[in-house]
């Protein structure tokens, strides 16, 4: 199984365009599945609906949440599927499980009153400051993921119109808009993004780190998590939730959601949506000056 493991994450890197992020998710859920049938002693042939239903079960029986062992069904789909184009096997034998039903959690977000203070809290005026500065108000101005912002390369940024172009997943690119606060931050991190490590910096991306390197998804959550300290909010907040908050906030002020679907580069409607129950007293109170009858 570790040949037909293998070329599939070449398909996913190669093919795919999937982000590093994404390949890791899927090599760490393939190797706990191979180790599983290891124990079990259970060959590729006899790899059936079966065998994979007391696998999720003894994904269960660990403590897993069902968010998780949904996520690693849908690998063990995806590997399947390509074994099965590849002609590996016959039969997809995880294309027939139904996925565990989910909790609808509410996205979290950050207030209008709190994402001020977050962008305005005292900074410093070192490189990597400005740096710091720039990444958070793209991330807030454009609502774009984590993984799409430390592959922006400075060939995608267009400071003149104020915008971005953004390769999102399976290679499919879109233009963001942002706007006047996010371009000064990006003119004073530009300007002094030659001095980090002494001007030896790579060319291509947008982002580097101490070093001078692409600056990776890992550090972006370092840079969050001390802007938080720093504005002195305390709730739990991730990257993404700057992205949930950019959609939140557009919607509130009358934004269309197909727009937001646009800009946030949703594949399907249905992904936009879940941010419609995040401003019910906002509905509330439009249908209480709308309706005739109300």
């Known amino acids: 199984m570790k040949k037909q493991i293998n070329l599939f994450l070449q398909y996913l890197r190669h093919e795919k365009n999937a982000s590093p ?14 180790l599983f049938c290891h124990h079990q002693q259970t060959s590729w042939s006899k790899i059936d609906p079966t065998f994979l239903r007391s696998y999720l079960a003894s994904l269960y029986a660990q ?15 995806s590997f399947f599927r390509y074994c099965q184009r590849q002609g590996f096997i016959k039969n997809n034998p995880a294309e027939v499980l139904a996925s565990p039903r989910l909790e609808k959690n509410v996205p979290s977000f950050l207030t209008e009153e709190e994402i001020n203070r977050f962008l305005d809290r005292p900074s410093g ?21 984590v993984s799409e912002l430390v592959g ?9 119109h104020r915008f971005l ?11 963001v808009p942002f706007g006047s606060k996010a371009e000064e931050k990006l003119k004073q991190y530009l300007k002094s993004r030659w001095q980090i490590n002494k001007g030896q910096v790579e060319a291509e991306p947008l982002f580097v780190n101490y070093r001078g390197r692409r ?20 709730r739990k907040i991730s990257p993404h939730s700057l992205r949930h908050s950019f959609a939140s906030h557009l919607l509130s002020r009358g934004a269309d959601l197909r727009i937001i679907q646009e800009l946030l580069g949703h594949a399907s409607l249905a992904t936009t949506q879940k941010y419609t129950h ?17």
């Open 165 to 175: 172009r953004i390769r999102g997943k399976g290679r499919k690119e879109r233009i």
């Open 21 to 34: 992020h994404t390949i890791s998710n899927y090599r760490r859920d393939l190797a706990q599945f191979e």
């Open 278 to 294: 995040l401003d019910l007293k906002k509905l509330l109170e439009v249908y209480a000056k709308s309706h005739p009858r109300s």
């Open 152 to 160: 922006i390369n400075l060939e995608d940024l267009n400071l003149n």
């Open 125 to 145: 005026d070192r490189p990597l400051d400005r740096r710091d500065d720039a990444i958070l108000e793209l991330l807030y101005a454009t609502g774009v993921r």
């Open 63 to 77: 403590g897993l949440k069902r968010t998780s062992v949904a996520r690693k069904l849908a690998t063990l789909r």
């Open 215 to 234: 600056l990776t998804a890992r550090s972006v959550e370092r840079i969050v998590d001390k802007a938080l300290k720093q504005a002195a909010i305390r």
